[in-house]
């Protein structure tokens, strides 16, 4: 099989038909390809040299980034504008070079005929097939700007969806990590000044004063190993995650049974398996084929297996209500409406109506949960801080009956 050209990113330098200076950067395969597509556009180049590497490294392209590329080109499309020029206008304004060089590379693929879906496929790290299959129906129907209107809207609820969870995840992780912090800070600097202070005293300590000293002389003695022991664990966790299939599966029972976390993990999992839904049967996919791109966006392999069951038995001909019901995981309120939705021939307003829901249930979950575990964490931090400073000022509260 012959090898492809890995696309890179050229500064070029030439003269318009009007004989105009022009300078700008453009991403191709080799120099002999760039000279030709520049010709095309009327310009004659008088040199072509790749683009130096940023030495701090590229910046990466997230999710977040994809929806906003997504929203930009929909509102190009819908204000008229033809879609190899959307690309050149949202490059232009592409702060992200990462981002900016994908965009080009589009925008060459397109140019040259490539239809946009099979360009998508070509990235996907960036686009996944629910993505990809959207935009093709779109293409297909010719209502390209609209299905791109539709994956936008999809793409924002769900980083925003991701935004709430996260949310409710970085507060409490943050404080935990302080407060570990601070407890090492006086553990390694506080507690053996106190220490040495006692050791002249020459009665005997407080048992909760002794056990701290221990533990402070093992952080002293111990904590570079421990430190470089917790970053092995962290690293090795990861590595197994994105490598191993069975630990991810494991990962994502288990989190689904933690309390508090395990029901919001649930409602996010029902409100992107309502919101994607919705997405794909509005935009025309058949039912068996949007249940099989909803299982792959749900999320959480145990969401994923119940999902692709669904699918089979609505293969079958069973009404999907009824399947979801025997799933025995769906809230009440979801089964309600994807049976009036198929009922009445509605099941993309049902389901978007449900995920309008179930996004809003986890927002205020969100809420609740922080406002609940403020408390409970500074409570936390102050029994751990303050046992230190009491565990250590004992023997002062007893000096009368030392001396």
């Known amino acids: 099989m012959a090898t492809v050209a890995q696309p890179q990113v050229y500064i070029y330098k030439g003269k318009s038909r009007e004989g105009k200076a022009i300078k700008g950067e453009i991403t191709g395969g080799n120099p002999t390809l760039i000279k030709a597509q520049l010709r095309k556009q009327g310009i004659n180049t008088t040199s072509i040299k790749k683009k130096p590497k940023n030495i701090f ?21 819908k204000a008229g504008v033809p879609l190899v020029q959307s690309f050149e206008i949202v490059a232009d304004g592409e702060e992200n070079p990462t981002l900016k060089t994908l965009i080009n590379l589009l925008h060459n693929d397109v140019s040259s005929g490539t239809s946009f879906g099979a360009s998508l496929r070509k990235h996907p790290k960036y686009f996944d097939d629910l993505f990809c299959s959207l935009v093709d129906t779109g293409e297909q129907s010719g209502a390209l700007d609209t299905m791109l209107d539709r994956v936008a809207t999809y793409k924002e609820k769900t980083e925003q969806l991701k935004a709430k969870i996260k949310k409710a995840l970085t507060y409490p992780i943050a404080v935990v990590v302080v ?22 005293f020459g009665a005997q300590l407080p048992a909760f004063t002794l056990f701290l000293i221990g533990i402070s002389d093992f952080v002293i003695n111990w904590w570079f190993r421990a430190l470089l022991g917790v970053a092995a664990a962290i690293y090795a966790f990861k590595q197994a995650h994105a490598r191993s299939e069975a630990v991810r599966r494991f990962m994502d029972r288990f989190m689904l049974k933690v309390p508090i976390i395990g029901s919001l993990l649930k409602e996010a999992v029902v409100a992107r398996f309502a919101r994607t839904l919705a997405t794909t049967f509005a935009a025309g996919v058949p039912l068996i084929e949007a249940l099989e791109s909803v299982a792959g966006a749900a999320g959480n392999s145990v969401y994923t297996d119940i999902i692709l069951r669904v699918r089979d038995d609505v293969s079958t001909g069973i009404a999907m209500h009824t399947a979801l019901r025997s799933a025995e995981v769906f809230p009440a309120m979801l089964l309600q409406l994807a049976s009036i939705g198929e009922e009445a021939g509605a099941l993309d307003e049902m389901m978007s109506k449900a995920a309008d829901h179930y996004e809003e249930s986890v927002d205020n979950a969100v809420d609740n949960l922080t406002a609940l575990l403020e ?13 230190l400073l009491i ?13």
């Open 179 to 200: 407060a570990v912090v601070v407890t090492c800070i006086l553990l390694i600097k506080v507690v053996p000044v106190f220490n040495a202070t006692y050791q002249g």
């Open 391 to 403: 565990g250590m000022y004992m023997p002062i509260f007893n000096l009368g009956q030392v001396v």
């Open 57 to 77: 490294g590229e910046k990466a392209i997230k999710p977040a980034h994809i929806a906003i590329f997504t929203r930009q080109m929909a509102t190009m499309m």
């Open 375 to 387: 408390p409970m964490i500074m409570a936390v931090l102050g029994v751990v801080v303050g046992g």
